[in-house]
Each structure stands twice: as C-alpha cells, then as structure tokens.
C-alpha cells in the first residue's frame, strides 16, 4: 500500500510539475507575441495543462515503478542521485513516442524533432528526479508505525516509556 501511495505521490507531483512548465511557457509565448494569439487561445492553454499533466503523471509512474523495480535493495540514504537521475532521463524519453501516437500528431512530426523531443522530456525527467530524491532526503522522518501516539486507556507511561496498568 506504502508503494502504491508513493507512486501515486510522484505521478501527481510530476503532472502538476510539468503542467505547469508547459502551460507557463506557452502563456508566455502567447503573452509577448511569439506565438499569435489567433492559433493559441485559452482553450488551448488549458489543453496544455492537461495534457501536460497526463505526461507528467506518465513519467512520474515510469520513473516509480523503475526506482521501485531497479533500486529496492537500497535505502533513500544509500540511493545515488545520478542513479535515480538516470532512471528519470529513461522515463521521460519513453513517454513522446507513445503520446505523440496517441494524440494523433506523429504523422506531423519529422524524426529530428521527434529526437529533440525524446531527448528533452529525457533531461525533464531526470531533472525532476534529481530534485525529488533530493527533496525526499530533507524530509523529516516519519514517526515509528509502531509506537502508539496516544495512550492506551487505562495505562500510564512511566520516565523510561514504559506502559504500564492503571490499578
């Protein structure tokens, strides 16, 4: 359950992440005039965000799942960020192929810009890895699950923690 809590964790953190990127630049492509206002409204700029979040959340599950399958024997102390960088470089190159096909615009796109779209989703992803192990490492630790936060009635704690019956 703690695995699939965390990739749903890393799915939304990364469509959020990346929607936000995508919908920023084209608000400001639209904003200054690089991009004309006829072909990009508002209707777009939103079908950027979703579809941004869709490939985000994409990447975010691909990189949980191959940091998951990959690195399990590790602990986050011990876990490289070159290593969980390398993963999210893999997981962000495999997403443009398939999107591309599923949004129906590979016909339009040549190889070379198919390329320098594998390749940049690739440096998105491993730059979002990198910062979120390297967030996850300055969390504060969780509580222990096994100690009680609350007593248990009818008990007391005495000054070594020890639990012991009301009479």
């Keep these: 359950m703690r695995r699939l809590r965390g990739i749903i964790g890393v799915a939304v953190t ?19 005039g690089i991009v004309p206002r006829l072909v990009f409204g508002l209707g777009e700029i939103a079908q ?23 690195e399990r024997r590790r602990t986050l102390a011990s876990l ?5 960088a390398a993963w999210g470089f893999l997981a962000g190159a495999c997403v443009p192929l398939p999107f591309a096909m599923a949004f129906g615009v590979l016909p339009l796109l040549s190889t070379p810009v198919l390329a320098a779209g594998t390749f940049g989703y690739g440096v998105i992803g491993m730059l ?14 969780l509580p222990s699950e096994t100690v009680q936060p609350y007593p248990v009635l009818g008990t007391t704690t005495d000054v070594r923690g020890t639990r012991n019956l009301v009479p």
């Design 14 to 32: 990364w469509g959020v992440g990346l929607s936000a990127l995508a919908t920023s630049c084209l608000a400001v492509a639209v904003g200054t």
């Design 48 to 70: 950027v965000a979703l579809r941004g979040f869709l490939v985000g959340a994409a990447i975010g599950v691909l990189f949980s799942g191959a940091l998951i399958t990959a």
């Design 80 to 84: 490289s960020t070159k290593h969980s």
């Design 128 to 141: 979002l890895a990198a910062g979120t192990v390297g967030m996850a490492r300055r969390a504060p630790a």
